[in-house]
């Protein structure tokens, strides 16, 4: 889990556009060290939802840019919300569970080791499609700029 989880992040950096270092500018202004870049979950941070719960290892403000890491949490037969768009696009990877991927009117399911990719403005949803938890991770870049 903890490869799993390390690969994401690195996932994460490629996708979103750079990865910082100590030579380059930090947006956040946060000087980073070894304590504030290990995030271990702490299920007394979670925040509920109404099909599960959510944890993120890395919010809108930790980097400054706008990119965040969200494990989500889904009921059995539960969604977080309906299908939906928003401008920025996003990646789901399932960690645990079988989930149904709806994109721009298709539907598929699958479960462990599976990435689905949401692109901007397009009708997107995830949901619990099996009998136990749906636990997937949420890569995405929020617009910061936006008002």
Same mark, same amino acid.
């Given at each position: 889990m903890k490869k799993l989880l390390f690969s994401a992040l690195c996932l994460s950096g490629i996708?979103?556009? *750079?990865? !910082?270092?100590? /030579? =380059?500018?930090? $947006?956040?202004?946060? #000087?980073? =060290?070894?304590?504030?870049?290990?995030? /271990?979950?702490?299920?007394?941070?979670?925040?509920?939802?109404?099909?599960g719960y959510q944890y993120w290892f890395a919010d809108k403000q930790f980097l400054g840019d706008g990119r965040t890491l969200k !494990?989500?949490?889904? @009921?059995?037969? /539960?969604?977080?919300?309906? $299908?939906? #768009?928003?401008?920025?696009?996003?990646f789901f990877f399932v960690l645990e569970g079988k989930a149904?991927?709806? !994109?721009?009117?298709q539907t598929t399911t699958a479960g462990p080791y599976t990435s689905f990719y949401c692109p901007a403005n397009m009708?997107?949803?995830? *949901?619990? @499609?099996?009998? =136990?938890? !749906?636990?997937?991770?949420?890569? #995405? #870049?929020?617009?910061l700029e936006k008002k």
């Open positions: 996708l979103n556009g *750079s990865t !910082l270092s100590a /030579q =380059t500018e930090n $947006p956040s202004g946060i #000087k980073f =060290t070894i304590d504030n870049c290990v995030n /271990q979950f702490d299920i007394s941070k979670i925040d509920s939802t109404k099909a !494990l989500s949490v889904v @009921a059995p037969g /539960q969604a977080t919300h309906a $299908p939906h #768009k928003h401008e920025e696009d996003e149904s991927f709806h !994109l721009d009117g009708m997107h949803g995830i *949901s619990n @499609a099996g009998d =136990t938890e !749906l636990k997937y991770l949420v890569i #995405k #870049k929020y617009n």
